[in-house]
C-alpha cells in the first residue's frame, strides 16, 4: 500500500510512535525513526522493521528546537530525496493541577506537543509542495476536544494541534496535500501504565467499548490516512478512543 514512500515518525522509538513506525514499514514505507532520548530503543525498533524485512533509518532530533528540526528534514531530504509522509507523534506529559503549575511544566509541553508540531510542518511542507503530494498526520488526544483536570497544559497542546491541522489543511489542499488528526483516547502505553488499576477500571467504565485501546489501533488509523484511500480526506481528526467521544 505504501511501497516507495518515505515517511518521517516523529517520538516513533516506544509506545504509539513505535506502532505506527512498524506499520508503515510493514505496508512499504522506508521509514526514518525520529527519537529525542534513548537511541537504544529507536534502534530497536529499526531492528524489528527489518527483521520483518522492512526498511528503516534512525535520526534524533528535539522537535521542540526549531534549528534541529529544519536540520532533521533537511538531512532526510538530502538522504531520500523526498517526504511523502509526515506523523507528528512526539509528546510529553507534565501534568498538575492548573494553580500549582509551573510555568515551565507549561512551555516544556507546548513546545514539544504543538510548536514540535509546527516545526516539523513547516519544514517538510516545502519538499512536499516540491512534489505537489504528501500526508501529514498529527497526534492530538480525546483531551484536546473534552480538556480534562490536571491536564491543562497537555489539553491545551493537543488542542492547538487540531487547530494548527485544519489550518495547515486549508493552506496546503491544492497542492495535493492532506493534513489530518488522530485523537487517541485511553491506549495501553507507558503513559498510561503509571495509572493504578483503579483509576484504569474508572476509566474503562467510562468508555463505550469497555476497554483501553492498543497502540496497533491508533498505528492502523495513521496507515489508513497515509494511504492513497485517504486522499479526498483533508483537515479532519479522528477519533480512536472506544467511543469516549460522540
Not at 171 to 200: W, Y
Not at 217 to 230: G, I, K, M, R, T
Request: proline fraction near 1%; hydrophobic fraction near 45%; charged fraction near 20%.
Amino acid at each position: 500500500m505504501l511501497e516507495g514512500k518515505i515517511a518521517v515518525v516523529t517520538g516513533a522509538s516506544r509506545g504509539i510512535g513505535r506502532a505506527i513506525a512498524i506499520r508503515l514499514a510493514g505496508e512499504g514505507a522506508t521509514v526514518v525513526i525520529n527519537y529525542n532520548g534513548s537511541k537504544e530503543k529507536a534502534e530497536e525498533v529499526k531492528q524489528e522493521i527489518e527483521g520483518a524485512g522492512g526498511k528503516a533509518a534512525v535520526c534524533q532530533c528535539n522537535v521542540a528546537d526549531f534549528d534541529q528540526c529544519q536540520a532533521f528534514i533537511q538531512k532526510v531530504i538530502d538522504e531520500f530525496g523526498r517526504i511523502d509522509i509526515l506523523v507528528n507523534n512526539a509528546g510529553i506529559t507534565r501534568d498538575g493541577l492548573l494553580m500549582k503549575m509551573s510555568e515551565e511544566d507549561f512551555d516544556q509541553v507546548i513546545e514539544t506537543n504543538l510548536k514540535g508540531a509546527f516545526h516539523t510542518i513547516r519544514f517538510a511542507s516545502r519538499q512536499m509542495l516540491r512534489q505537489k503530494s504528501g500526508r501529514i498526520i498529527n497526534l492530538s488526544s480525546v483531551v484536546g476536544v473534552t480538556g480534562n483536570a490536571g491536564q491543562a497544559n497537555y489539553a491545551a497542546s493537543k488542542a492547538g494541534v487540531i487547530g494548527l491541522t485544519k489550518s495547515a489543511a486549508r493552506e496546503l489542499a491544492s497542492r495535493g496535500i492532506t493534513v489530518n488528526a488522530i485523537a487517541p483516547g485511553f491506549i495501553e502505553t507507558d503513559m498510561t501504565s503509571v495509572l493504578s488499576e483503579k483509576v484504569k477500571e474508572g476509566a474503562a467504565a467510562g468508555i463505550p467499548l469497555g476497554a483501553f485501546g492498543k497502540p496497533e489501533d491508533v498505528a492502523a488509523a495513521a496507515a489508513f490516512l497515509a494511504s492513497d484511500e485517504a486522499g479526498y480526506i483533508t483537515g479532519q481528526v479522528l477519533h480512536v478512543d472506544g467511543g469516549m467521544v460522540m
